[in-house]
């Protein structure tokens, strides 16, 4: 099994006593609905020596208002915010959130996009450094001088809107829904223009990779639940979807923690999907049902 891409609170503090220059962590705290809340709570406390990654602005690029609610940004240009923040090729990248790594895990796969191997998640995020006493801060860091990172050959993959259509229809794929049950059955949508899923689909909503502390589930416990996921599918056969491709990431990051890495991302996901005026929809408790 593949070393894990997570990092405990106790692991990141001593790491951080040994080694401070050769770390860049990433505060990536978001919210869907209130887009000013990440920035919000940043100032009010963070990790020490924690940078404020924006979603919107680092880990997205422009919205046509068809290409979805995060669309993914160039690779050339992520690198480039990458380079930016200090980063080169040997420097640990180490994203946390207060959500369970949801928007963590979106770091952990632009990054790794981007060939860069030596990344990380926080288990159990802002709240496990907490509970393990450790401290938070309101200063702000210096801005580091450029790094000299440049794109390497990815280690993740992804598919466009075009290769999942295409797709449909081949017993060769599986797609999975990472949003909330209701949502990918079809109701109480409130942030995308029609209701449903994608024609095929199954649903392994976010919070079943979790603890209830919002850690990680062990990876022998992964493995099985996503063994059963994928029946007689094979890990690189896996699209992993949800709402606007951010928590599509998360499941990805724990099939990764499961030993079973491979799987794509579907950038745009449902945002994308339901905003093409001819895409076929399903409602439903598809595959799951």
Sequence with gaps: MQATPLISAQALHDLLARDRENVLIC???????????GAR?????HLPGAVFLSVD?????????????????????????????GVNDNTLIVGYDSTGGQYAARLWWMARWAG??????????????????????????????????????SLSKSVTMQQVRAGL???DRLIVDARPFDRFQGQNET?????GHIPGSASRPTPMNLNQDGSFKDAAT??????TLLGQHTPDQLIASCGSGIAACHLLLSMQIAGLPGGSLYGGSWSEWSAQPDAPLELGVGRNG
Aim: glycine fraction near 6%; include cysteine.
């Design 27 to 37: 505060d990536c705290r978001h919210d869907l609905v209130d887009a000013a809340l």
């Design 41 to 45: 709570v940043y100032a009010e406390a």
């Design 57 to 85: 602005r680092f880990l997205s690029a422009a919205k046509s208002g068809s290409n979805g609610r995060h669309p993914l940004p160039t690779v050339e240009t992520f690198a480039q915010t990458l380079a930016n923040l």
């Design 116 to 153: 860069h191997a030596n990344v990380l998640v926080l288990d159990g995020g802002l709240n496990a450094w907490t509970k393990a006493g450790f401290n938070l801060t309101t200063e702000v860091p210096a801005k580091k001088s450029p790094g000299h990172f440049k794109i390497k050959p």
């Design 169 to 171: 229809s081949q017993p």
């Design 191 to 195: 942030l995308d223009p029609k209701a």
């Design 222 to 227: 992964l493995r099985a639940e996503f063994s």
